[in-house]
């Protein structure tokens, strides 16, 4: 599995601090982070791909500083947002799939391949040449994690992807992403979605509060907002 | 989807021919259409065009769709003609008008979006020695095509929570939360290309 450091990590938009003295070492495959709106989470999120960059410490992921290799680093870590709309850019299914294809140097032949087999593995395969904006909202979110997963990333981090999806939808993603083999970071409000995952991270005003095992983490999460 | 004009799956001859030959054709229909002076020959053009739909296999439904938004500028401007330059004048202008959207929709129908930016793209190429990058001049008319149905469902969004509200149809009320909705739309896409590493 890969490993991601945040060394002494704090941030700030303008005067407002979202995220304080955060040191953690991620090397499981599946972890979860919780926490209120405004809790630091979705920008601790960011900070992983070089999105966002820390203003005080660094984030590495498995050496690579996000500051000075933020290409590098966003080839190993896909990202995938809570919003698919904004997040698919092509017109077309398989073209967006592709989009991430673009500029690796395949030719043609093997990038239809490639997209062909994303779209099979995440069932959009008879949605090949659908316009992206009639698909339902739950095809849309596979097809934005698709178009994040033909690119072959190490991690996968996910800001509340189930969080727009009805019950059913949020359910088949998180099918999907159990099976996944990369390490996945998940931001969630969907607390039953992080069954079996191997660490849950607690945000609270910018500080991680608890870092436990699910159970652990659920029930000091849940006590923290009632 | 047709409504949008947006890209119909399809084996036919219109499809297959390659995009930088319809840009072409359209750029040439565009620039040509200045020339046209009589009736008939507005005739002949949608004629032709009419014929590549039909070849193309797409239904006369959808031609009626790229049209209908036009209907009202249509008959402004057809009245506007009629009165000051005479009917022919206004049947040449209005044809015309209908000629072109008919032709750029055709394009958009029958080519995807990928073609259509690899053609710009390499239409573009020259322009790299005034330091513009083709790439993202193709991305940007990818962006355009993707971005039509989204601000549609966006302003549906708005109205629907208009009404929701009781809110009469004000302008205003509609317009500003729509741009903000866009803007905000447009940030998160930014977010979106720059984790899908566009500018690595």
Request: net charge positive; hydrophobic share 50%; charged share 20%.
């Amino acid at each position: 599995m890969p490993v991601i450091e945040a060394r002494g990590v704090g941030h700030a938009y303008g005067d407002r601090t979202v995220l304080r003295d955060l040191d953690v070492t991620l090397g499981e495959q599946r972890v979860g982070v919780v926490g209120a709106n405004g809790s630091g989470k979705s920008t601790f999120a960011r900070m992983l791909n070089g999105l966002v960059l820390p203003t005080r410490g660094r984030v590495t992921v498995d050496g690579l500083d996000t500051r000075t290799h933020g290409r590098d680093v966003r080839r190993r870590v896909g990202f995938c947002f809570t919003d698919p709309d904004a997040q698919i850019v092509m017109p077309t299914v398989a073209e967006d799939v592709a989009f991430g294809l673009r500029r690796r140097g395949l030719g043609k032949a093997e990038v239809a391949e490639r997209v062909a087999a994303a779209l099979a593995a995440y069932g959009l395969a008879g949605h090949a040449d659908h316009p992206a904006h009639l698909l339902s909202g739950g095809q849309k979110q596979l097809l934005a994690l698709a178009s994040v997963l033909v690119t072959e990333p190490a991690v996968l981090v996910m800001d509340e992807p189930t969080t727009l999806l009805d019950l059913r939808n949020a359910t088949m993603i998180s099918e999907v992403v159990a099976g996944l083999p990369q390490q996945v970071l998940l931001v969630t409000h969907h607390l039953d979605l992080l069954d079996g995952f191997d660490r849950v991270l607690v945000f609270d005003d910018g500080r991680v509060v608890c870092d436990d095992l699910p159970d652990a983490a659920v029930g000091y999460y849940r006590k923290l907002m009632s | 989807m047709s409504r949008l004009g947006l890209y119909v799956p399809g084996d036919s001859l219109v499809h297959r021919a390659p995009a930088g030959l319809k840009l072409l054709v359209m750029v040439a229909a565009g620039v040509g259409s200045v020339f046209l002076r009589a009736p008939w020959q507005v005739a002949v053009a949608l004629a032709v065009v009419l014929l590549a739909y039909v070849v193309a296999g797409l239904p006369p439904r959808t031609v009626v769709r790229q049209v209908r938004p036009l209907l009202w500028v249509g008959l402004v401007t057809a009245v506007f003609h009629v009165v000051v330059n005479g009917w022919q004048r206004a049947v040449v202008v209005v044809g015309v008008l209908a000629v072109l959207v008919l032709l750029a929709a055709l394009v958009t129908l029958t080519t995807r979006a990928t073609e259509l930016v690899d053609a710009v793209v390499s239409a573009c190429r020259p322009l790299r020695v005034l330091r513009v990058d083709p790439d993202r001049v193709g991305l940007m008319i990818a962006l355009g095509i993707r971005c039509v149905p989204v601000v549609v469902g966006l302003a549906e969004d708005v109205r629907d929570a208009q009404r929701a509200r009781g809110l009469a149809a004000s302008p205003r009320a509609f317009a500003v939360p729509l741009i903000v909705r866009s803007l905000r739309h447009a940030d998160a896409l930014g977010e979106a290309l720059a984790a899908r590493g566009l500018d690595d």
